[in-house]
């Protein structure tokens, strides 16, 4: 049995398997403190300095502030009750159940203000030479999931905004931002079969349009999208940075699509990123040119006030977009890996992201799906205006969740993917009836 005098010795061992050291000092006096005295194992430590942890990332009461007073339900902590684990054991169970209710209620943003956004680097821009072209199957798609079979292409990798919940901090790490210097070349170069229809998308490994035309990467994709009409090219972004398209020829096959959130989630979660109006006001701008946009609302998230504040988008949507103008509108919500859950926890980043209720879904871990149908059918409900002429699907969800949400699903992957294409050319072949080739 380990003794009292041996502990200490312990101690030093096991706090550096666990995040101890990225708490506030306090937090690290008590839980010290608390180990001395319940003699926690490794196992215990880590579960508990994660979940001190958690509390500092949320901005909710410390910890050390939620510990049971006096001992375990009123009574002084002893040798026997360590001894035999039930004190600790009890311990635990009123902690997690605490942890579990901050989770479970709806995140309080207003007691995070712009103190709380990270400091981020200016990214570092590099041209690279890459062996070949970065083209390929979305790197999120699933069999477990519905899937729209989109195929990505890498024309930039990094993202230089800083979104709390983004699975590209997983796998892009430093501050570097590389383009290819060959990239104009090989996209050049590739064949397509003439007779297929394809849905590209270049927003995955980074922001489609927040670099503009750096390194000629927007001419470059405007000219495959000439050559290739058979092509539907999606350039997705969270930025305002329309300068190069306003003052250029945008292909008619060329989508631009806006990701959207209430402002409140832009200030706390998406650092970096233009406001809702900025987002609203460049893909207005691009729509009076001619140009085919679109939305995704994704991630929507769960807080208090989301049913307002996302109703207000949505009117707003239609109150200055034609349906005629627009190709689709995504939905999702929060989905990660372990491995991205990871990278956010690592970060000494003010944010609640993780502050929710989480199920495995598809083999991720993302909202019970009680949330999500809630989520899911105010937004489309208040687009109700839009149901006929426009595109609405869910991106990277279970299948079982369209026929509650939209009253229909598609037999396959493959038949969502060619409803999808079918509905983006008729935006694209209408837009050119009207407006002409831009």
Same mark, same amino acid.
């Given at each position: 049995?380990?003794?009292?005098?041996?502990?200490?010795?312990?101690?030093?061992?096991?706090? /550096? &398997?666990?995040?101890?050291?990225? +708490?506030?000092?306090?937090? #690290?006096?008590?839980?010290? &403190?608390?180990?001395?005295?319940?003699?926690?194992? #490794?196992?215990?430590?880590?579960?508990?300095?994660?979940? /001190?942890?958690?509390?500092?990332?949320?901005?909710?009461?410390?910890?050390?502030?939620?510990?049971?007073?006096?001992?375990?339900?009123?009574?002084?902590?002893?040798?026997?009750?360590?001894?035999?684990?039930?004190?600790?054991?009890?311990?635990?169970?009123?902690?997690?159940?605490?942890?579990? $209710?901050?989770?479970? &209620?709806?995140?309080?943003?207003?007691?995070?203000?712009?103190?709380?956004? =990270?400091?981020? &680097?200016? =990214?570092?821009?590099?041209?690279?030479?890459? =062996?070949? +072209?970065?083209?390929?199957? @979305?790197?999120?798609?699933?069999?477990?999931?519905?899937?729209?079979?989109?195929?990505?292409?890498?024309?930039?990798?990094?993202?230089?905004?800083? @979104?709390?919940?983004? %699975?590209?901090?997983?796998?892009?790490?430093?501050?570097?931002?590389?383009?290819?210097?060959?990239?104009? *070349?090989?996209?050049?170069?590739?064949?397509?079969?003439?007779?297929?229809?394809?849905?590209?998308?270049?927003?995955?490994?980074?922001? %489609?349009?927040?670099?503009?035309? !750096? #390194?000629?990467?927007?001419?470059?994709?405007?000219?495959? $999208?000439?050559?290739?009409?058979?092509?539907?090219?999606?350039?997705?972004?969270?930025?305002?940075?329309?300068?190069?398209?306003?003052?250029?020829?945008?292909?008619?096959?060329?989508?631009?699509?806006?990701?959207?959130?209430?402002?409140?989630?832009?200030?706390?979660?998406?650092?970096?990123?233009?406001?809702?109006?900025?987002?609203?006001? %460049?893909?207005?701008?691009?729509? *009076?040119?001619? @140009?085919?946009?679109?939305?995704?609302?994704? =991630?929507?998230? !769960?807080?208090?006030?989301?049913?307002?504040?996302?109703?207000?988008?949505?009117?707003?949507?239609?109150?200055?977009?034609? $349906?005629?103008?627009?190709?689709?509108?995504?939905?999702?919500?929060?989905?990660?890996?372990?491995?991205?859950?990871?990278?956010?926890?690592?970060? /000494?980043?003010?944010?609640?992201?993780? #502050?929710?209720?989480?199920?495995?879904?598809?083999?991720?871990?993302?909202?019970?799906?009680?949330?999500?149908?809630?989520?899911?059918?105010?937004?489309?409900?208040?687009?109700?205006?839009?149901?006929?002429?426009?595109?609405?699907?869910? @991106?990277?969800?279970?299948?079982?969740?369209?026929?509650?949400?939209?009253?229909?699903?598609?037999?396959?992957?493959?038949?969502?993917?060619?409803?999808?294409?079918?509905?983006?050319?008729?935006?694209?072949?209408?837009?050119?009836?009207?407006?002409? !080739?831009?």
């Amino acid at each position: 049995m380990t003794t009292r005098i041996d502990y200490p010795q312990k101690f030093e061992r096991i706090v /550096a &398997q666990t995040q101890f050291g990225l +708490l506030p000092t306090a937090e #690290q006096a008590f839980l010290k &403190q608390k180990a001395y005295e319940f003699r926690f194992t #490794q196992q215990e430590l880590r579960l508990l300095s994660e979940m /001190a942890l958690e509390r500092v990332r949320w901005k909710e009461s410390p910890l050390s502030g939620q510990w049971p007073v006096g001992g375990i339900n009123g009574a002084a902590v002893n040798d026997a009750a360590v001894n035999d684990g039930a004190a600790k054991k009890r311990a635990f169970a009123l902690l997690r159940e605490k942890q579990d $209710a901050l989770r479970s &209620q709806e995140n309080d943003y207003r007691n995070l203000s712009p103190r709380d956004k =990270p400091r981020t &680097q200016k =990214p570092l821009l590099k041209t690279v030479a890459r =062996p070949k +072209l970065g083209l390929g199957r @979305c790197p999120v798609a699933s069999e477990r999931t519905r899937c729209c079979n989109l195929m990505t292409l890498d024309a930039v990798k990094k993202c230089g905004f800083d @979104c709390s919940y983004c %699975s590209i901090q997983s796998f892009y790490h430093g501050n570097q931002v590389q383009f290819d210097s060959g990239f104009a *070349d090989k996209l050049s170069r590739l064949k397509l079969d003439p007779d297929k229809t394809y849905h590209i998308g270049t927003g995955q490994s980074s922001d %489609s349009l927040m670099w503009g035309n !750096h #390194q000629g990467v927007l001419q470059a994709l405007c000219d495959f $999208a000439d050559r290739h009409p058979n092509v539907i090219l999606e350039l997705k972004t969270k930025s305002r940075n329309i300068g190069w398209l306003l003052k250029n020829r945008v292909p008619r096959n060329v989508v631009c699509t806006w990701s959207l959130n209430p402002q409140t989630i832009i200030d706390c979660e998406e650092h970096l990123s233009a406001s809702l109006s900025q987002r609203l006001d %460049s893909a207005k701008a691009l729509a *009076d040119k001619g @140009c085919v946009v679109g939305f995704h609302f994704h =991630p929507i998230i !769960h807080y208090r006030g989301w049913e307002t504040d996302y109703r207000a988008i949505c009117q707003n949507l239609m109150a200055q977009f034609d $349906a005629s103008q627009v190709a689709m509108v995504s939905m999702g919500t929060l989905t990660f890996t372990k491995s991205v859950m990871k990278t956010i926890r690592q970060r /000494a980043l003010t944010s609640k992201i993780l #502050q929710m209720p989480m199920t495995q879904s598809a083999g991720k871990f993302s909202y019970p799906t009680d949330i999500k149908l809630k989520l899911f059918r105010q937004v489309y409900g208040a687009l109700g205006d839009w149901h006929d002429p426009v595109f609405f699907y869910l @991106c990277m969800e279970p299948q079982a969740l369209w026929e509650p949400v939209f009253g229909f699903d598609y037999a396959d992957n493959d038949a969502f993917e060619a409803a999808m294409k079918n509905a983006y050319f008729a935006k694209i072949i209408n837009i050119r009836a009207n407006t002409g !080739h831009l």
